[in-house]
């Protein structure tokens, strides 16, 4: 059983974080201070890449793994008899619709933000095949050339002609990999996490909200949780900014997200 890697600020009642990416969560800081006067906040880093981790060998990830070390996180962090609340991003709201599915009862409240799983959509096959492609991107051409194709993928204006295919960059090294996040999350989390299939029957009786940056309107992630929300009838909010409005405007973007966390259950 791997080590636990989580940091723990405020007071409150707890409330988890899952971040998007590999789960580094190096740009949430003003977004969990902002949050900590009313929550204890608990932010969850799965493969330790802000506890010294960075660097070392990482294997494709599951999302199951990840959901299984939230819920240790959470029979560590969380008093016994209580429930907690959850907040996730992106990648990290995968795990996070998993770890509701599967341990409803642990869990007061989960609002999930443009989470990734574009395969329920009716068109999903597609979409997962493009984000397929972004990994064959970052493989053939790099992180640069790979952040504009995923980029022109969210906002659903995919280029006829992909960045390799126009001899665009170089790909990175095993090292460089290694000791970049957005490396990492390209190389072994980007594919498992888009084709992840949620149990939307078990989301259906869950205290959920689906959540999506107002910036994001007409976008891929937008139109995936509008959808998402519909199929299990949970609560849909728009926060403010875009795909990283947490990191954008995080003092507004926590204001609306403890207004989503305490609505449903009159906390």
């Not at 009716?122 to 194709?149: C, I, K, N, S």
């Amino acid at each position: 059983m791997t080590d636990l890697h989580y940091d723990v600020q405020g007071t409150g009642p707890v409330l988890l974080i899952l971040p998007g990416g590999a789960g580094h969560p190096m740009a949430l800081g003003p977004l969990t201070d902002a949050l900590a006067d009313r929550f204890t906040v608990v932010t969850y880093d799965p493969l330790g890449l802000a506890h010294g981790r960075l660097g070392l060998p990482v294997a494709d990830q599951r999302v199951e793994g990840w959901s299984d070390g939230a819920h240790r996180v959470l029979q560590e962090a969380l008093p016994e008899g209580e429930s907690a609340y959850v907040f996730a991003t992106s990648s990290g709201s995968v795990p996070a619709l998993d770890l509701l599915a599967r341990h409803p009862r642990r869990l007061r409240h989960v609002v999930v933000h443009e989470p990734p799983c574009v395969g329920v959509l009716p068109d999903g096959t597609r979409w997962q095949a493009m984000f397929g492609e972004v990994y064959g991107t970052y493989r053939a051409a790099g992180l640069q050339a790979a952040a504009t194709h995923m980029s022109a993928v969210l906002t659903e204006t995919v280029p006829e002609e992909r960045p390799q295919d126009q001899g665009q960059g170089q790909p990175m090294s095993r090292d460089e990999e290694l000791t970049n996040p957005m490396a990492i999350f390209l190389a072994h989390v980007l594919r498992p996490f888009t084709s992840y299939a949620p149990d939307l029957a078990a989301l259906s009786s869950a205290h959920l909200t689906l959540a999506a940056g107002a910036d994001s309107r007409g976008q891929l992630l937008h139109r995936t949780a509008e959808f998402i929300a519909g199929q299990t009838k949970s609560d849909f909010v728009e926060l403010p900014g875009g795909h990283i409005g947490a990191v954008e405007h995080p003092v507004t973007f926590a204001e609306r997200l403890a207004e989503s966390l305490l609505r449903s259950r009159g906390d």
